[in-house]
């Protein structure tokens, strides 16, 4: 269970007052008008036995409450329903490169990354169709996203959208272009892509894992601009979105490194 469904299930449905301890309950009304997660310094708990809140590291014995959020609960509604039908639709028939997995499991985890990082309803489902427009439709595609989604969906939709042209420019021009862009694109969107990379820079060095170097020529760009591309975005997101996410995009991109380097 996630910390945050353990947090669901434990909340009470009154808001503490005075310091006191709420009853252990079902899911929180208190918790959804509150935000997601917690900072180290806004992590309080209960130890078992004590009746006030006290501040502590999260979850590291039994009785230990989340009690306040720096971010909104992103509780999910039909428009997510929609939105994950709608990217099945759009991207029925598309693999992940070289595989036979549905290119459907990328945008789940991406979006799946983005709650799991604090990110809001519009973010997820952005996460859901981060490629649609670029892989399936183009502009008009995304005209279709903001009539059906809105325009902030929209927006971080074209954001993570290196190309609207078919065939694509070359390779490294793309990449060149989607970095010198980074720092002026929407702030709510640099979540959606540190996800993107995330997933894909892990996914590479999975299948390194189980396949080895014939990976690499899944791709249209050799090996070292890979290095250079997913190094670039590390540093780049990491200065503009610092946080574990994009932490974990720069031990990825350091870990492709060895895997050439080695």
Known sequence: MTDSARALSLLSATKPTGGSIPALASRSVWMM??????????????????????????????GRIWARYPRRVALLTDRFDQALAYASEAHRNQVRKGTSTPYLAHLLAVAALVLEHGGDEDQAIAGLLHDTAEDAGGEERLADIRDRFGDRVAAIVDACTDTYQ????????????????LPTVPGDALLVMAADKVHNAGSILADLDEHGDAVWGRFSAPPPDQVWYYRSLAGVLGRLLPGPLTDRLSAAAENLAGRIDG
């Open 33 to 62: 008008d509150r935000c997601w997660p917690p900072t180290a310094a806004q992590q309080i708990r209960m130890a078992p036995g004590q009746g006030k809140w006290s501040r502590a590291d999260p979850f590291r014995a039994e």
């Open 166 to 181: 078919s065939p694509k420019p070359p390779w490294r021009h793309r990449k060149e272009a989607f970095l010198a862009r």
